[in-house]
């Protein structure tokens, strides 16, 4: 460039060493594109570069749970935590009415399914004592309290509903349980043994008697003495109760000896709890063996009939 000083100058010439000195020394500003913006490129003077940035004047992105990610340069890219039950987040919904996770969260759909479910339930309330029972009366369900002791559940006289009734005397058969065996039993000795008939049977009333009746099939002595006998005797639990038979074929002079023996007992047994009856045999003088159920085949049976008082 000419001084001041200078009385004579050269315009073109001094013009041209001018502009090349610009364009070497801003060499960065030179270019660019659109949208693009002039950053410092470093500290030096005239040091400038061409940059692209987002537009705004945002200097940072800061974030606190459930929101990620955030920062102060460069693209910023932002997201949500899924949800638990320790954290707040991002929650999926489900019309699930059977899930069982903790990480769902019910759908309007899912919540009327559940109510409707709970409204047509039985309410809890419906029973408020031991033993009640629940029974569909003409529109919902209904109550019937615990009966007392020794009733019967029986339908009312309008065939609308259970009720309770107490059962009127007059001998009336309340259940039936029978027991039977085939299988041959046999003893030699003058001590009661099992003959394998048995039958159990819970009265339903304390009051009831229970009618026991025994057919005893294949009873047998054998020939080796005359005094060789059968006896049979009905237990129940462990109290002899009545003797079927006694001494049968006593002092025959034949030698093998078979028949049946049938009976009957009326006992009161004064319990509701479970009651076995049973029948036992031996031998009068333990000279051979007495047997019953002898070929196998023959179908000894014992019937308990509850009769209520």
Same mark, same amino acid.
């Given at each position: 460039?000419?001084?001041?000083?200078?009385?004579?100058?050269?315009?073109?010439?001094?013009?041209?060493?001018?502009?090349?000195? %610009?364009?070497?020394?801003?060499?960065?500003?030179?270019?660019?594109? @659109?949208?693009?913006?002039?950053? !410092?490129? *470093? /500290?030096?003077?005239?040091?400038?570069?061409?940059?692209?940035?987002?537009?705004?004047?945002?200097?940072?992105?800061?974030?606190?749970?459930?929101?990620?990610?955030?920062?102060?340069?460069?693209?910023?890219?932002?997201? %949500?935590?899924?949800?638990?039950?320790?954290?707040?987040?991002?929650?999926?919904? *489900?019309?699930?009415?059977?899930?069982?996770?903790?990480?769902?969260?019910?759908?309007?759909?899912?919540?009327?399914?559940?109510?409707?479910?709970?409204?047509?339930?039985? /309410?809890?309330?419906?029973?408020?004592?031991?033993?009640?029972?629940?029974?569909?009366?003409?529109?919902?369900?209904?109550?019937?309290?615990?009966?007392?002791?020794?009733? %019967?559940?029986?339908?009312?006289?309008?065939?609308?509903?259970?009720?309770? !009734?107490?059962?009127?005397?007059?001998?009336?058969?309340?259940?039936?349980?029978?027991?039977?065996?085939?299988?041959?039993?046999?003893?030699?000795?003058?001590?009661?043994?099992?003959?394998?008939?048995?039958?159990?049977?819970?009265?339903?009333?304390?009051?009831?008697? %229970?009618?026991?009746?025994?057919?005893?099939?294949?009873?047998? !002595?054998?020939? /080796?003495?005359?005094?060789?006998?059968?006896?049979?005797?009905?237990?129940?639990?462990? @109290?002899?109760?009545?003797?079927?038979?006694?001494?049968?074929?006593?002092?025959?002079?034949?030698?093998?000896?078979?028949?049946?023996?049938?009976?009957?007992?009326?006992?009161?047994?004064?319990?509701?709890?479970?009651?076995?009856? !049973?029948?036992?045999?031996?031998?009068?003088?333990?000279?051979?063996?007495?047997?019953?159920?002898?070929?196998?085949?023959?179908?000894?049976?014992?019937?308990?009939?509850?009769?209520?008082?």
């Amino acid at each position: 460039m000419p001084t001041n000083t200078d009385l004579v100058t050269d315009l073109p010439a001094d013009f041209e060493v001018f502009g090349q000195a %610009v364009d070497t020394s801003m060499a960065d500003l030179k270019g660019g594109t @659109t949208g693009q913006i002039l950053s !410092k490129a *470093s /500290a030096t003077d005239m040091d400038f570069t061409w940059i692209t940035n987002d537009v705004g004047d945002i200097t940072a992105v800061n974030v606190t749970s459930p929101i990620t990610g955030g920062g102060t340069s460069g693209a910023v890219t932002i997201g %949500v935590s899924a949800a638990s039950t320790s954290a707040s987040g991002v929650v999926q919904l *489900s019309d699930s009415t059977s899930t069982t996770s903790s990480v769902l969260a019910s759908t309007p759909t899912a919540t009327k399914a559940a109510y409707d479910l709970a409204n047509g339930a039985i /309410a809890k309330t419906t029973v408020t004592t031991a033993g009640d029972i629940i029974y569909r009366n003409a529109t919902v369900p209904a109550r019937l309290g615990i009966g007392t002791a020794g009733q %019967v559940l029986a339908v009312n006289s309008g065939a609308t509903a259970p009720e309770w !009734k107490t059962l009127a005397a007059g001998g009336k058969v309340l259940q039936v349980v029978m027991g039977s065996t085939a299988t041959t039993a046999s003893n030699s000795t003058t001590t009661p043994a099992d003959t394998g008939l048995t039958a159990t049977i819970t009265p339903t009333l304390n009051t009831s008697k %229970v009618l026991v009746l025994v057919a005893h099939q294949g009873c047998y !002595k054998s020939g /080796a003495s005359s005094q060789n006998a059968l006896n049979l005797r009905l237990l129940r639990g462990a @109290t002899t109760i009545q003797q079927i038979a006694t001494n049968l074929f006593y002092n025959t002079t034949v030698g093998e000896v078979s028949g049946n023996v049938a009976a009957a007992y009326l006992d009161s047994p004064a319990t509701t709890s479970a009651t076995t009856y !049973k029948t036992q045999f031996y031998n009068y003088l333990a000279a051979a063996s007495v047997s019953v159920q002898i070929q196998n085949v023959d179908v000894s049976t014992i019937i308990l009939l509850e009769i209520g008082a």
